[in-house]
């Protein structure tokens, strides 16, 4: 069974920057809602290479705009139909945990795990070493929120899943 790719989009996929670096900026479709998104097409090529080795899930706020995530997918050369968490209008961090966690742990179970996501509390470590030394491999990736998922975050992904894979 393959591992997990947990992800968030906004400060992972789609950076808080005004004009980050390597992105180009992409106008939402349609009138549904104004606005844009930051694609890079190394996110574009990485997921590509990363996702036939994972079983990929949203898990950010945009679960309410289900059309958005279809159309960010598609932007992104995914599949239209990811599943995503549930994690309602996400609320940060609460008593060292992200807000996150309930719905994520719930989700993903007993399987491997890679989560990213730009923000996680203290504690959140610790229960991913816990998963980790319980036989349970998982690896959170924090990236900056304002430059989005970068090359060492991407690398660290890969070696993580070659780990798995090789034992």
Request: hydrophobic share 40%.
């Amino acid at each position: 069974m393959k591992p997990y790719l947990v992800m968030d989009v906004d400060g992972v996929i789609n950076p808080t920057a005004e004009e980050p670096r390597g992105y180009r900026r992409v106008a939402y479709p349609g009138s549904e809602q104004d606005g844009y998104v930051w694609v890079n097409d190394d996110h574009v090529r990485w997921l590509a290479e990363v996702l036939p080795r994972v079983e990929l899930v949203w898990a950010t706020s945009w679960s309410t705009e289900m059309w958005a995530l279809r159309w960010l997918a598609k932007e992104l050369g995914l599949p239209e139909d990811l599943p995503c968490i549930d994690v309602g209008k996400y609320g940060g961090v609460t008593f060292g945990r992200t807000a996150k966690i309930g719905p994520v742990e719930k989700y993903i179970g007993d399987r491997p795990t890679v989560w990213i996501d730009d923000v996680f509390g203290g504690k959140d470590w610790g229960w991913a070493l816990d998963r980790t030394e319980e036989g349970i491999p998982t690896l959170l990736i924090n990236p900056p929120s304002h430059l989005g998922l970068g090359f060492i975050d991407m690398g660290r992904v890969l070696a993580w899943l070659d780990e798995q894979e090789n034992g």
